[in-house]
Nanobody, 123 residues
Framework: QVQLVESGGGLVQAGGSLRLSCVASGRTFSSYAMGWFRQAPGKEREFVAAIRSTGYTYYKDSVKGRFTISRDNAKNTVYLQMNGLKPEDTAVYYC?????????????????WGQGTQVTVSS
């Protein structure tokens, strides 16, 4: 398994931006698919964005055009740039890793998880 550590969460006003980072351990990061999920209070964890080792990306419909997932294999890091944030984006955001994912990606597709980082968007 891969060890994952997220950072970059915080409190931001609606319309603002945040960039989440997730650093992975191990020497095989470049071969892994990476994903971002989120979980709001009282709700199930849901998919947000994912990127395969090939660079192929996939997004939840409601974040398309606002969020961008990217990876830097030299730094073992995946990013989630979030622009135009809305109060409904408030959640704990989790980084996840696995050799690959189906489309659409699900929680079950990913075997390694970080501890999460809180994102709060005020109206």
């Amino acid at each position: 398994q891969v060890q994952l550590v997220e950072s970059g969460g915080g409190l931001v006003q609606a319309g603002g931006s945040l960039r989440l980072s997730c650093v992975a351990s191990g020497r095989t990061f470049s071969s892994y698919a990476m994903g971002w999920f989120r979980q709001a209070p009282g709700k199930e964890r849901e998919f947000v964005a994912a990127i395969r080792s090939t660079g192929y990306t996939y997004y939840k419909d409601s974040v398309k055009g606002r969020f961008t997932i990217s990876r830097d294999n030299a730094k073992n890091t995946v990013y989630l740039q979030m622009n135009g944030l809305k109060p409904e984006d408030t959640a704990v955001y989790y980084c996840a890793a696995d050799p690959s994912f189906r489309v659409p990606p699900t929680v079950a597709d990913f075997g390694s998880w970080g501890q999460g980082t809180q994102v709060t968007v005020s109206s």
